[in-house]
């Protein structure tokens, strides 16, 4: 019995250090449409190319990833760069204007 009891409180304990990413994407997913309202989406294929490039290289590096992630080219002027959560991964289009090298926008987008 005792060790039975040991088995569960282990298994309660281990299942407790698990994160549940549900939330995460949900509030990411919200968040997506505010910013595609708010700021909106720029479509430019070869920026865009560029930054899906260079965030599949960056995933690539993860052992474990917990979100489908996704890079988004943002319609603004300011050099700026920003993540919510859920692996919604945002960059303007003012940062891509800028001469960056890919290993610079990679750590950028990294960060």
Not at 59 to 85: G, R
């Amino acid at each position: 019995m005792k060790k039975l009891l040991l088995v569960v409180f282990l298994l309660f304990h281990i299942m407790s250090w698990s994160q549940d990413v549900s939330k995460d994407i949900a509030m990411g997913k919200e968040g997506l449409a505010m910013v595609e309202q708010q700021m909106g989406i720029y479509t430019f294929e070869a920026l865009d190319t560029l930054l899906q490039r260079i965030g599949q290289n960056l995933v690539a590096q993860i052992e474990k990833p917990l979100f489908p992630y996704e890079f988004h080219l943002v319609d603004s002027p300011e050099p700026n760069a920003f993540a919510l959560p859920g692996g919604k991964i945002f960059v303007t289009r003012g940062l891509l204007i800028l001469p960056l090298s890919e290993d610079e926008l990679a750590g950028v987008i990294g960060h």
